[in-house]
C-alpha cells in the first residue's frame, strides 16, 4: 500500500523528491533494481547535482555487481 501512495504521489507531484527517493529505496529493498534506477534517472533530470540521488545510484550498481 505504501508503494501505491508514494507512485499515485509522484503522477500528482513529478518533480517531488522525497517521494522519488522512497519509491527508490523501497525497491531496491525488494530487488527491483532496474526500476529503481528509472526512479533514480528521472530524479538525476531535476536534480543533477544532488548527492543523495548520485549516492543511491552508486549503491544501486554495487548491489547490481554482487552476486546474489
Known amino acids: 500500500?505504501?508503494?501505491?501512495?508514494?507512485?499515485?504521489a509522484s503522477y500528482m507531484d513529478p518533480m517531488n523528491r522525497d517521494v522519488r527517493l522512497k519509491m527508490a529505496r523501497l525497491l531496491i529493498v525488494?530487488?527491483?533494481y532496474d526500476f529503481a534506477r528509472q526512479e533514480?534517472?528521472?530524479?538525476l533530470?531535476?536534480?543533477?547535482?544532488?548527492?543523495?540521488?548520485i549516492e543511491l545510484i552508486d549503491e544501486i550498481r554495487g548491489?547490481?555487481?554482487t552476486p546474489q
Open 40 to 43: 533514480i534517472e528521472n530524479l
Open 1 to 8: 500500500q505504501v508503494f501505491v501512495d508514494l507512485r499515485k
Open 63 to 65: 548491489l547490481e555487481s
Open 45 to 53: 533530470k531535476y536534480y543533477p547535482d544532488d548527492a543523495e540521488v
Open 30 to 32: 525488494g530487488k527491483y
